[in-house]
């Protein structure tokens, strides 16, 4: 398996990946000034936060930003991120079967179980890689400005265990699109469908942004392993397939 991993990396452009992943993080990091500047002008970083929460209090018009900051660029490194998966669905997977390269490897004699899981599990990789640097870059950043301006923040290290687990848990959830996906080979209704995904685990409301469902680890453990059964279950009927190479 780990050298099916490595032949997948191999065929992925680093310098697309790499861009891709440094436009990511300025385009969360764009949305959250933006945000944070019209709810600081607004004076409305406090219900956003929960003025009532014993972690987070807000008392003057822009003091505690960097906090608001801080969780605001989490949901959104959590949302562009799932896309961000649906994009290396699309083209490490679903290209492939569009294009019908994939069904040459399947005439090599290797099981076709093995070669989508090393397909899948090479998304779930750099998925991963991508998510937990981006998030650590966007918070190291937001603690920097927070320092240079004499803001209170959230301590970056007290979250990296945390983090990882859920990143690991979102990451997991990023490859149902995959399934859809692969109905009729669709790269639009992947990236659509991981549009979705994103819009529907980074819905918040004033005064839960601190709770977000997303981060609760039985939320996380149980749908990661219903994403995982499902995924499962699909690639077992396309091994089941009889696919000829035309």
Known sequence: M?????????????????????????????ITAIII???????????????????????GKWEGWAIVASLFSSLFTKAAFLIFESYLLSTIIIDEF???????????????????????????????IAHFTAHLVIQ????????????????????LINLAGITFGIVLI?????????????TPITMLSGLGLAALL???????LTNNFVDNSLFLIFTSLISLIIVSFSIYNISREDIKIK
């Open 37 to 59: 500047m019209g709810l600081g002008t607004d004076n409305k970083l406090g219900e956003f936060t929960g003025q009532d929460s014993n972690v987070i209090r807000i008392t």
């Open 2 to 30: 780990l050298s099916l991993i490595k032949i997948e990396l191999n065929k992925v452009s680093k310098s697309k990946l790499f861009l891709a992943w440094l436009c990511t993080i300025f385009i969360v990091l764009g």
């Open 174 to 186: 990023g490859v149902l699109p995959f399934v859809l996906g692969m109905i009729r080979y669709s």
């Open 98 to 128: 569009k294009r019908r390269t994939i069904f040459q490897l399947f005439s090599y004699p290797v099981s076709k179980i093995k070669l989508l899981w090393g397909k899948v599990l090479t998304v779930i990789l750099i998925s991963f």
């Open 202 to 208: 980074s819905n918040v409301t004033p005064g839960n």
């Open 140 to 159: 190291l950043l937001i603690k920097l400005v927070a320092v240079l301006t004499e803001s209170n923040y959230i301590l970056v290290a007290n979250q």
